[in-house]
């Protein structure tokens, strides 16, 4: 690839495809050029010394946005970095992600944030921050959030665990409304919870597994709920897994709170039966649940309960997940399935979809036009030129071996998925051409 | 007949026929172990391990003590004072033992799975549940069974007892995987499981459960039972999470002398061991002639040589399904 003469990417086009996004579905020629998009019509000729990008059959869309992904740096460099972490997003088709503060140190000051955007700065798709809602995740006093808003940071959470006490949510709500960043929540009561390793019902029970009730997951959403009508903030709900948490945020939403929520693809995919092997590649947390939850949990983002799909990507070293199933570090790989896997298993359109990888978390984590941002938004000229082309008809069969991503704890080896990345453009560089990583 | 499995990790791995077939074989070890020399050369060549990551007394002499008069070599490593201390993964402690040359290994794990998950990484070696969490303990049952039906006039005449005999197992039947494995051997010889217990010690879920009644009543189900299996209350259950204290549990689930006066003349009381008297066993009761907890230990170590018979020793030394 011949790169201009100023450091920008070459002039790119993208050939024979149609274009979707928010604003519906076009056949168009799209030319790229600077980093931005220069021109989007129905026949373009590429301008001499371009690149050509074939997107015959395919969909052009604007990159995909994770809200959830563990880049494990700093502290688990073994099982993800910054760098592997981006390129195995980019072969998924994003082109941002939000990394979680759940690293070692915890992503609580700004010396953390800046240590792991300064790492972000040059890797293969935008790496946004979220930092921690308390000081080392330990649920007992504020981060310093107005310094780390400061920083760019739009996202709290400490996730891996909920904020237990409702007091020091409830504070941590009206600090964050006057700073116009939004809290996330891992719901989780911890003393409902208590050790479980699975989702507790028949399975666990069978199993003499240590389960987690959906109550632990509900408890939580439903204070979060009450303490957002109290403060007027606003709550974005991290991984929701039961009919019960789908219900309640619907509920909230048609009361007009300030609510949003994400889900992973795993809990649309797998159910707490795939258990029954004592495989920790199926620990979670939450946890797989049966399928009356998967159902509802598709269900809600049929109808727009929830808000976008996000990964949940959480390496782990092999050797961790050979322990024994309760020891096991709960988490599975997200990046490179996800999109395949919301085409395989939800029965939804594929802008629908599109909405839920791309536009809907953008707008969410800050991250879309509208909020100042690059990603998520229409494809047209002018715009960042953040994009993936996605085969959607293409199947695949996932191969463990030839991941990104420098962990292999995926439950998806050998499964067989329809929807595919061919092609997937950051500021302009094609970072993935014909489903390889370039960089 | 479908051939034994080849490793024991549940009863769920047993069909009644299985069953039946392990009785029957363990009946021989029985006429072994009343001889003057208890020794068969049955195992001679074999190498056995156990591999406890839990405490255990009796499980493991049990164990050791049927490898033994099968005259196989036994291997024990005490997780403890093995590499498993100095940070080896059970992985490599699993590929290690079978590197060595073992025929099978008898492990007990505090975690429910672990047996499934060393099965997984074996080639040759056939894995024994010795009890792992809060899942299984398939020979404890299989002992159970044993016992039960010498009792009940041993050999095809015991064992067709089975069909219809209400069984009540009674205690702390989420966290023991000695009720596991117990409900599903009773239910696959055709009895009646009664399941007895306050709602904290129950698991979350019955669904699927070869369980025809749950209830908190002891008293109504005592008259009606032909076996009456306790199970030890984990002092730690009885801290105020589970069961407010170990005297209200006593109150509404041990087998006083009172309750034991209720059970009919042939009915007969099972217990694991070891016994905590005075909580869900009165002393005296642990002592009548119908409590069969002795007999029960000795029956352990010839069920424990026919399951490592039928895993091991209708297979030539080397190991037939070895390359």
Known sequence: ?439 | MSPFPAHLLSMDDLDAEDIAEVLRVADSFVEVGRRANPKVPTLRGRTVATLFFEDSTRTRMSFETAAKRMSADVLSFAAGSSSVKKGESLRDTIETIEAIGIDSVIIRHGSSGVPAQVARWVDHCSVINAGDGWHQHPTQALLDLYTVRQAFGGGDVGLARFEGLQVVIVGDIRHSRVARSQITAYAALGAQVTLVAPATLLPPSLEGWPVVTVTHDLDKVLPKADVVSLLRVQAERGSGEFVPTLREYTAGYGLTVRRAAALHPDAVILHPGPIVRGVEIASEVAELPAALITEQVSNGVAIRMAVLFLLLGQVPVGGAHRV
């Open chain 1, 1 to 439: 690839m011949s790169d201009s003469t100023d450091g920008l990417p070459a002039t790119v086009l993208i050939r024979g495809g149609t274009v979707v996004d928010r604003d519906g579905e076009r056949r168009a020629d799209v030319l790229i050029e600077s980093g931005r998009v220069a021109a989007v019509d129905g026949d373009l000729t590429a301008p001499r010394g371009a690149t050509v990008l074939e997107a015959g059959g395919c969909v052009v869309a604007p990159g995909l946005v994770d809200l959830h992904t563990h880049l494990r740096q700093p502290g688990r460099e073994e099982s993800e970095t910054v760098e592997s972490g981006a390129r195995a997003a980019s072969l998924g088709g994003f082109t941002a992600v939000v990394a979680m503060p759940n690293t070692e140190p915890a992503l609580d000051s700004a010396e953390a944030v800046r240590h792991v955007l300064q790492l972000g700065a040059g890797v293969s798709a935008e790496v946004a921050v979220a930092a921690a809602i308390t000081v080392g995740r330990a649920g007992e006093r504020l981060a310093p959030m107005a310094e780390l808003a400061g920083l760019g940071v739009r996202l709290f959470t400490d996730d891996g665990a909920g904020v237990q006490s409702a007091g020091l949510m409830r504070r941590a709500f009206e600090y964050a409304t006057d700073l116009g960043v939004i809290l996330a929540q891992h719901c989780e009561d911890s003393s409902l919870a208590a050790a479980g390793a699975m989702h507790e019902g028949a399975w666990s029970s069978r199993l003499g597994i240590p389960g987690m009730p959906s109550a632990a997951e509900e408890v939580m959403v439903a204070r979060d709920i009450a303490l957002a009508r109290t403060t007027g903030g606003r709550i974005h709900f991290l991984h929701l897994s039961t009919a019960g948490s789908v219900e309640l945020v619907g509920r909230a939403k048609r009361e007009g709170l300030a609510v949003t929520a994400e889900a992973a693809p795993h809990h649309f995919s797998l159910t707490d039966g795939c258990v029954a092997g004592y495989d920790p590649l199926f620990k979670v947390n939450p946890p797989l649940r049966p399928a009356d939850d998967v159902a509802a949990v598709k269900a809600g983002l049929a109808d727009g309960t929830i808000d976008a799909i996000a990964t949940d990507h959480a390496p782990h070293a092999p050797e961790l997940k050979d322990l024994p199933f309760d020891q096991a570090p709960p988490g599975m790989l997200g990046l490179e399935t996800a999109l395949a896997l919301a085409i395989t298993e939800l029965d939804l359109p594929l802008a629908t979809v599109l909405g839920l990888l791309s536009w809907q978390p953008a707008a969410i984590a800050g991250l879309d036009p509208a909020s100042g941002g690059e990603h998520g938004g229409p494809v047209a000229a002018g715009s960042a030129a953040n994009l993936c082309v996605i085969d959607p008809t293409a199947t695949w069969t996932v191969d463990l071996s030839r991941l990104a991503s420098r962990s292999r704890n995926s439950p998806y080896g050998g499964r067989t998925l329809t929807g595919q990345v061919r092609h997937t453009l950051f500021r302009g560089e094609p970072v993935v051409v014909d489903g390889e990583a370039r960089r």
